[in-house]
């Protein structure tokens, strides 16, 4: 490759290019009538060094990153005296926030709701909004929100893409690992993203089965795919990703079960039982009602030896199954 | 030419996002303290003045000094001037729409978390601001937090009240590792959710260390007629990493987990996870309580097989056995 002619900058490259960007959006604002091309070479001096191929690329790929920043540059033909040309500028009304007059406690609690992603992949878009939501010099008032620290995480390295093919209406692809099923290849048209109970759920079309489901974000394996154009599907105009995942994983009916539980142990089943009845040998017999089978019979299981299960069969062996799995495989393949 | 506290990697639109917030904040804050401005900002003061002086070398078309931005930061202290193309803030993106429209929602949700009011007159001024973006409102609706795990943190108000009045509490509190029901007195610092629940962390008198507590364990809590404030030692913990923080001391457990045990991956940190023939991945993980470790590898029954060390697999083996003996004589 040739070597650059240029001397040596004085700033860092990135420096540079934010004063050139700078430089641009400026004169873009300034300007009435939209800019052509050689006017805008004329006015950021950071262009003036360049040929014209080197400027016309340069150009391109600045447009579009001040684009991709949210800065609503557009194209317009202008009139010039012998063909249409385009020229560029941007509006100051679509640039600028709107005028907010927030009160103190107003920006208190914008700000418990931006550090709330202190801890997730949008950390910067909500410090970012805040600064912007702050530049009109109120002070915050933090005194009734001291000491509360609401954390959203988004551990799951697929919530970005995610979180964009929502947005963005855009159909997906991706492998989702499913208990005992294993790993398989699911296709999605994405609805919506709900964190409940500390984790992240999407929800959608799934277009194999043809019908809405629920997915764990967890469970996806390996990196989400593009799998259409964005805005190619239509979400249902009512949809509540949140009631959704709430009703699929939580919405079975009650069962009750009877437990034998030793004395002082067990303390969150006593908490949870709808009735404690003493037995004459130390231990109490305990009423508990339950929805997932899956979730009580681990957590009866690690109970061991504090706890028994009378009532139902069913969650009965599958606790005894439990065990037994827990004696190991080697050791435990009694009949 | 490296400077303190200076990010030379840091792409170059981001900086522009800080440089176009930072005039209208300090066009609004004249004479504004530097240190203030530039934590305001979470940038080092030399980060500051590297921007500063970026902004002095830019305007409008023209490049006469009079068409450029005048910034001066002597004795610590900013002013700005000749900047009115970019004295407004650039309007929200989608993404910080987004995240302030979602957390103020999920915050809303919570009963008890306080200023109801202020909360839903900011969303109604922040969804006008954020009006002119195409779509954002239902995009917003598209994504939903759930903080409160429909609507019920048992003891929520009562914990902000002592923070805000600085008293100490006194807890009848669960503690599952042991199964045992414990009472203790707690100098409040603050409430924290991350991952769920909701947790008191506070200066713990009985352990004379910081803790933090389940809110959802607590059986009975009662505010004392005494001062709150945590000593001086106490530090809340970082959270980055989530509730689990191993320690050099931990018993290191390496598991092989089955697909239906693979739950354990997303709720504990692990110090390595390895992908094994036949769906299996071995699973280091560092554990302070060897109680709460038999009562996790009961629950996970054949999902999880112990590889070592082998005390802890005959450790769950016998526990297994001792409950299995049970059920053979009822």
Not at chain 1, 77 to 104: K, M, N, S
Not at chain 1, 116 to 145: C, F, H, I, N, Y
Not at chain 2, 258 to 272: L, Q
């Amino acid at each position: 490759m040739a070597t650059s002619k240029a001397k040596q900058p004085k700033t860092p490259i990135s420096a540079a290019k934010t004063e050139r960007l700078l430089n641009l959006v400026i004169a873009l604002l300034y300007t009435r009538q939209a800019l052509t091309k050689v006017r805008i070479r004329d006015a950021v001096e950071a262009y003036h060094g360049l040929g014209d191929e080197a400027f016309a690329r340069m150009f391109e790929r600045d447009k579009d990153e001040l684009r991709a920043m949210g800065i609503p540059l557009v194209t317009e033909q202008i009139d010039t005296w012998f063909e249409d040309e385009e020229g560029y500028r941007i509006d100051r009304r679509e640039y600028a926030l709107p005028e907010v007059r927030l009160e103190p406690d107003e920006i208190a609690v914008l700000s418990l709701a931006s550090r709330t992603w202190s801890q997730a992949s949008l950390a910067g878009p909500a410090a970012r909004a805040m600064r912007k939501l702050e530049a009109a010099g109120v002070e915050r008032d933090d005194r009734s929100l001291l000491g509360v620290d609401p954390q959203i995480r988004t551990t799951e390295p697929g919530f970005e893409r995610a979180k964009d093919a929502v947005l963005g209406r855009r159909p997906i692809r991706f492998d989702y690992r499913k208990g005992a099923a294993g790993t398989t290849t699911r296709h999605l048209q994405p609805w919506g993203l709900a964190r409940w109970h500390g984790r992240w759920y999407l929800t959608g079309h799934d277009v194999d089965r043809d019908a809405p489901r629920v997915f764990r974000l967890g469970r996806v394996v390996g990196p989400i795919q593009w799998a259409g154009r964005a805005g190619s599907y239509v979400v249902p105009p009512d949809h509540d990703p949140l009631a959704m995942v709430r009703t699929e994983q939580g919405a079975a009916p009650a069962t009750r079960a009877v437990l034998r539980v030793r004395g002082g142990a067990g303390q969150l089943l006593r908490r949870r039982a709808t009735a404690t009845r003493a037995l004459d040998d130390g231990w109490d017999e305990l009423d508990l009602d339950y929805t997932s089978s899956d979730a009580l019979v681990g957590e009866l299981a690690s109970h061991g030896a504090d706890v028994l299960v009378l009532e139902p069969p069913a969650l009965r062996e599958a606790v005894v199954a439990r065990l037994r799995g827990a004696l190991g495989h080697r050791d435990g393949r009694t009949s | 030419m490296t400077l303190p506290g200076i990010n030379l990697n840091e792409p170059a639109t981001d900086r522009l996002h800080r440089l176009l917030a930072m005039v209208p904040w300090l066009l609004n804050r004249q004479g504004v303290d530097l240190e203030q401005a530039a934590a305001s900002f979470g940038v080092s003061t030399e980060q500051l003045e590297a921007d500063l002086q970026l902004l002095f070398l830019c305007g409008t078309p023209g490049g006469l000094p009079d068409d450029l931005i005048d910034a001066s930061w002597e004795e610590g202290r900013v002013y700005l001037s000749n900047a009115d193309t970019i004295a407004r803030p650039l309007r929200l993106g989608v993404d910080e729409a987004l995240t302030l429209i979602v957390g103020l929602r999920a915050l809303a949700a919570v009963p008890g978390l306080g200023d109801r009011d202020a909360v839903d007159r900011a969303i109604a001024k922040l969804e006008a601001a954020a009006g002119s973006l195409p779509g954002a409102l239902s995009d917003a609706r598209a994504v939903t937090v759930d903080l409160a795990d429909q609507g019920e943190v048992p003891h929520l108000s009562e914990v902000r009240a002592a923070l805000e009045d600085h008293r100490r509490l006194h807890l009848r509190y669960v503690v599952p590792s042991r199964d045992e029901t414990t009472e203790r007195d707690v100098d409040p610092m603050r409430v924290v959710s991350i991952d769920g629940p909701w947790y008191l962390e506070g200066w713990c008198h009985r352990a004379q260390d910081v803790r933090l507590f389940r809110l959802d364990r607590i059986e009975a809590l009662s505010v004392l007629d005494e001062d709150g404030t945590p000593p001086a030692q106490a530090r809340p913990r970082d959270l980055g990493n989530g509730l689990f923080q191993p320690g050099a001391d931990d018993l290191r457990v390496s598991i092989d987990v089955a697909p239906e045990a693979a739950w354990v991956v997303d709720y504990y940190p692990t110090e390595s996870v390895e992908e094994r023939p036949g769906d299996v991945s071995r699973v280091t993980l560092a554990v302070a309580d060897r109680a709460w470790l038999r009562r996790l590898l009961l629950r996970l029954g054949a999902g999880a097989q112990v590889v070592e060390p082998a005390e802890v697999a005959a450790d769950v083996a016998g526990a297994a056995s001792a409950a299995l003996a049970l059920y053979e004589e009822s």
